[in-house]
Nanobody, 114 residues
Framework: QVQLVESGGGTVHPGGSLNLSCTAS????????MGWYRQAPGKEPEMVAQ???????YYFDSVKGRFTISRDNSKNTAYLQMNSLKPEDTAIYYC????????WGQGTQVTVSA
């Protein structure tokens, strides 16, 4: 069982930045596939970014060049740096771990509004 604790959401103006954090339990963090998903009201969930190793990254097309996923294995923590935020980035963002099974964080609200 992997437990995830997220932080870093909030409300920003268009063009602003936020950095989401996800801290995971367990002693195999370096083996976890870390990802971030989001779900906007009335829409299906979508994968925003995923990292298995530093050179194996995935980004949803609409966030490429604006969002960066990273991890610090010494802190059991993954990050999602979000720059140049747009109103359409507004959603609940969920941290995801895949390690034998899938685990989810509690979600953190990101609101981009003028």
């Amino acid at each position: 069982q992997v437990q995830l604790v997220e932080s870093g959401g909030g409300t920003v103006h268009p063009g602003g930045s936020l950095n989401l954090s996800c801290t995971a339990s367990g002693n195999k963090f370096e083996s976890y596939i870390m990802g971030w998903y989001r779900q906007a009201p009335g829409k299906e969930p979508e994968m925003v970014a995923q990292m298995s190793t530093p050179d194996r990254l995935y980004y949803f097309d609409s966030v490429k060049g604006r969002f960066t996923i990273s991890r610090d294995n010494s802190k059991n923590t993954a990050y999602l740096q979000m720059n140049s935020l747009k109103p359409e980035d507004t959603a609940i963002y969920y941290c995801n771990v895949y390690f034998i099974a899938a685990y989810w964080g509690q979600g953190t609200q990101v609101t981009v509004s003028a």
